[in-house]
């Protein structure tokens, strides 16, 4: 990621269709996640056949808004990828057509607007060649490098056995010194 007087910009490592498979995988978890477990709770309010409207705002604030803000939706995150435009940026509002229009027409079209990113030189599907995004490594969130960290999972460096020395740690204890000038 560079770092600009404005926002992040980051570079144009195009995500693969695996990865970001992964990431929708992780999103499609989450939500029944959520639906399993506010659907008995809220009666009738959410997720059945007279709740429809709720259950649009819950996919819109989903899958649109954080995707709108911070380029990602929680399973892009995981995965390590975001979704920019093509200066390198957080789409912001551009994303809401990608989100919702985008994704319908390659829906619709039998799956073959989701499948074109398998083919695609930039990795984009309909709805990304219609907003003008595309979807991106992020090196500094989730991925693979996210999961070592976070679990301390492989190899350590040489870097992270040494713990780091404080200036207290330094400086040797007087009874040591007066030891040794003996």
């Not at 200066?87 to 989100?99: L, V």
């Not at 969130?141 to 350590?156: I, T, V």
Request: glycine share 10%; charged share 20%; proline share 8%.
């Amino acid at each position: 990621m560079k770092k600009t007087d404005g926002p992040v910009v980051y570079p144009m490592n195009f995500a693969g269709p695996l990865r970001r498979l992964y990431a929708f995988l992780i999103d499609v978890g989450l939500i029944f996640l959520v639906i399993y477990t506010v659907a008995p709770v809220s009666g009738t309010a959410m997720f059945n056949s007279e709740a429809a409207p709720q259950d649009l705002l819950f996919f819109f604030g989903y899958f649109v808004i954080p995707t709108t803000i911070w380029g990602r939706t929680p399973g892009k995150w995981v995965a390590g990828i975001v979704v920019v435009d093509s200066d390198g940026r957080t789409p912001g509002p551009a994303a809401i057509p990608r989100e919702m229009i985008g994704r319908f027409i390659s829906a619709m079209a039998v799956g073959i607007g989701l499948a074109w990113m398998v083919f695609d030189p930039k990795r984009q599907g309909w709805h990304d060649k219609i907003a003008g995004t595309f979807v991106v490594d992020n090196p500094y969130s989730g991925g693979p490098k996210f999961m070592r960290d976070f679990f301390k999972l492989g190899a350590k460096t040489k870097d992270e056995d040494q713990e780091p020395v404080s200036s207290s740690d330094q400086q040797q204890d007087p009874e040591s010194e007066q030891q040794g000038n003996n």
